[in-house]
């Protein structure tokens, strides 16, 4: 049975979170946004019409989500009252609580999710690294565990590219996850993940190391302005491979772009690759390799932002992309991430995508603040 604290703290974090939110202002903001979608013509400009109605769909959302929250804490006092009149059981009122605190927490969670591109879409993408054909296993199974968190959570995954290994395993992936905020709880998975385990691919059965390492950028939509040179744009095209079938490997439907980049800021150059067998339809292929690099372009931009706001915050953690953050031991059980300390024994939950105790962990602590 919950105590008359816990339903103060409940209390207390929920007439918080309506301030924090704003949400007397966001309730007025979406009735004047709302007003602008019916002034004629509004659809002559679809491009504008599409980001206008999506800034309404955001400020929407968060109301909603704080009135569940409310709702939820009512229905907590409102049980308390019920039981103290006999007319509810304990259980009856533990689970209302249970209910409530855990809308409380995932509106706390998404409250931290305030950058620009948090509430993109996401391409992830996933590389072996050294370790031969245990590495390449270690790629797959980052693979599984990422698309079992998206299915949990209910987001759409699209495969862009897989590159399969001869033995076991694949040597490279590169998913797009399509759902709100995909980008902003999964930014804290770039980096290299390690893995310790027995390997059965080792004839000694000897305890092995190998990494993978996983990029996250968000996948910029047609609001968000980029500037791409063309002249810097060549493409090839290749026969994609499969598992079978009459067309497989007879059309030349893959597509690869090169895109020779020059940082505007420092001036160095390097050539981005993107490889993309999504469909079978090579000018679909081309088109979601060209959102691809848009949404690499948008993450440079955004890190060299990141990099300049770090020289003025002295203080704050630094976020380092692409350093070792989190390692999987499984002969000892544990999974810890090494920028948080959160760590957890339950490495077959990890491993099939329950890892909302480490994104949670990194929002916490590394988010920005306002």
């Known amino acids: 049975m919950i105590t008359a604290d816990q339903l103060k703290d409940i ?32 659809w002559d400009d679809a491009k504008a019409a599409e980001v206008q109605m999506k ?169 968000i302005e980029v500037v791409i040179e063309p002249a810097r744009i060549s493409w090839d095209t290749f026969r994609s491979g499969g598992a079978g079938g009459q067309n497989v490997n007879k059309v030349e439907s893959g597509v690869r772009l090169r895109y020779q980049y020059k940082d505007p800021y420092t001036g160095a150059e390097e050539e981005i690759l993107i490889e993309n067998t999504e469909t079978r339809d090579q000018p679909k292929n081309k088109e979601n390799a060209m959102r691809q690099l848009r949404s690499i372009l948008y993450n440079k931009e955004m890190q060299h932002r990141m990099e300049e706001q770090s020289k003025v915050e002295a203080g704050k953690k630094k976020i380092e992309w692409g350093s070792q953050i989190r390692s999987y031991v499984f002969d000892d059980r544990r999974v810890k991430d090494h920028r948080t300390g959160y760590q957890t024994s339950d490495v077959g939950g990890v491993m099939d995508g329950k890892i909302d105790g480490f994104i949670k962990a990194y929002l916490m602590e590394f988010a920005e603040e306002g």
């Open 55 to 223: 800034k309404v769909k955001a400020l929407q959302a968060w109301i909603n989500g704080y009135k569940e929250v409310n709702n939820r804490t009512e229905e907590v006092e409102l049980a308390m009252e019920m039981y103290r009149d006999e007319m509810v059981s304990e259980e009856e009122v533990d689970d209302a609580y249970s209910r409530a605190l855990t809308a409380v927490e995932e509106l706390e969670l998404k409250n931290m999710l305030r950058q620009e591109a948090d509430d993109m879409d996401c391409v992830l993408k996933i590389n072996s690294g050294a370790g031969g054909t245990e590495a390449q296993d270690w790629a797959s199974m980052l693979m599984r565990m990422y698309m079992r968190w998206a299915e949990a959570n209910g987001y759409k995954v699209a495969v862009a590219n897989l590159q399969e290994a001869e033995d076991a395993g694949i040597k490279t992936v590169t998913l797009e996850l399509q759902g709100p905020y995909a980008y902003g709880y999964l930014k804290g998975e770039n980096g290299v993940h390690r893995l310790v385990r027995v390997s059965p691919y080792n004839a000694q059965g000897k305890r092995m190391t190998s990494f993978s390492s996983v990029f996250v950028t968000p996948l910029v939509d047609d609001s």
């Open 11 to 42: 209390k207390e974090r929920t007439a918080a979170l309506k301030q924090y939110l704003a949400i007397d202002e966001k309730i007025i903001q979406v009735e004047e946004e709302q007003l602008r979608t019916q002034a004629p013509g509004f």
